[in-house]
């Protein structure tokens, strides 16, 4: 499988006291993270750092009776610093809430069954905790309700920010939309079958699922659509390594 990681080039803030990991809060993210333990060690100081800080950020909240311990904050956290970990600024400004139900749930603020949505007005990112703990589970289906919410949070973040990942973000989104317009890069994407039908549903989900394919399934992703797949590891600030201490 390759390896998707992160080598860091001046990414991150030097933090003079990071929070790190218990060692239950370890053994949780290591059983359900191979992107963290791949990590090397200086990486997994970043990254814990990094979860333990997006708990802090967000207000977590319980719908339909479900129980949100402190390993259901730590997946999700992980979900999210996975997706921005090469990014300086990794704490989503277009959301402010993170409310989980058991199962697919009806929104109200879509007024349609659903398994996870972002919502702008509200500030909102929801999840069925069924579908996000599947995510994790099959790690090859292209399917992780945990990164495709994150990805619209990142999306909505960035392109209402000024920092400088925001700047970095807008720059290479960009550059994905204009390689897109090459009408025979749509035809070639179209002829692999490769994406789900969802993807083409408008320039939002395009990049969720995306993001989806990247994590999960990036030999095919490379094999079969090699210069998008670049596009998508520079969005992210990504390149590959083999992490070794």
């Given at each position: 499988m390759l390896s998707i990681v992160t080598i860091f080039k001046n990414r991150h803030r030097i933090v003079l006291f990071p929070k790190r990991f218990n060692s239950t809060q370890r053994t949780h993210i290591s059983l359900n993270s191979q992107f963290y333990t791949d990590l090397t060690l200086a990486n997994k100081k970043y990254f814990e750092h990094r979860v333990l800080n997006f708990i802090e950020s967000?207000?977590?909240?319980?719908?339909?009776?479900?129980?949100?311990?402190?390993e259901i904050k730590l997946l999700i956290a992980a979900s999210a610093i996975k997706l921005t970990f090469g990014y300086r600024h990794y704490i989503f400004s277009s959301i402010n809430?993170?409310?989980?139900?058991?199962?697919?749930?009806?929104?109200?603020?879509?007024?349609?069954?659903?398994?996870?949505?972002?919502?702008?007005?509200?500030?909102?990112?929801?999840?069925?905790?069924?579908?996000?703990?599947?995510?994790?589970?099959?790690?090859?289906?292209?399917?992780?309700?945990?990164?495709?919410?994150?990805?619209?949070?990142?999306?909505?973040?960035?392109?209402?920010?000024?920092?400088?990942?925001?700047?970095?973000?807008?720059?290479?989104?960009?550059?994905?939309?204009?390689?897109?317009?090459?009408?025979?890069e749509q035809q070639k994407l179209v002829n692999?079958?490769?994406?789900?039908?969802?993807?083409?549903?408008?320039?939002?989900?395009?990049?969720?699922?995306?993001?989806?394919?990247?994590?999960?399934?990036?030999?095919?992703?490379?094999?079969?659509?090699?210069?998008l797949f670049l596009k998508i590891e520079k969005l992210l600030n990504y390149s590959k390594s083999v992490f070794t201490d």
């Open positions: 967000f207000e977590f909240v319980s719908r339909e009776g479900v129980k949100i311990t402190e809430i993170i409310i989980v139900y058991p199962k697919n749930y009806f929104s109200p603020f879509g007024n349609q069954q659903h398994k996870g949505e972002t919502n702008l007005r509200y500030k909102v990112v929801v999840f069925s905790l069924q579908d996000f703990k599947e995510g994790i589970k099959i790690v090859d289906d292209n399917l992780n309700l945990g990164l495709h919410e994150f990805t619209h949070a990142m999306h909505f973040s960035f392109m209402s920010s000024g920092n400088s990942s925001a700047s970095y973000f807008k720059k290479h989104y960009n550059n994905l939309l204009e390689f897109m317009v090459d009408k025979a692999t079958g490769y994406l789900r039908e969802y993807a083409f549903e408008n320039e939002f989900e395009f990049l969720a699922v995306l993001v989806e394919h990247f994590f999960e399934t990036p030999e095919k992703f490379k094999q079969k659509l090699p210069q």
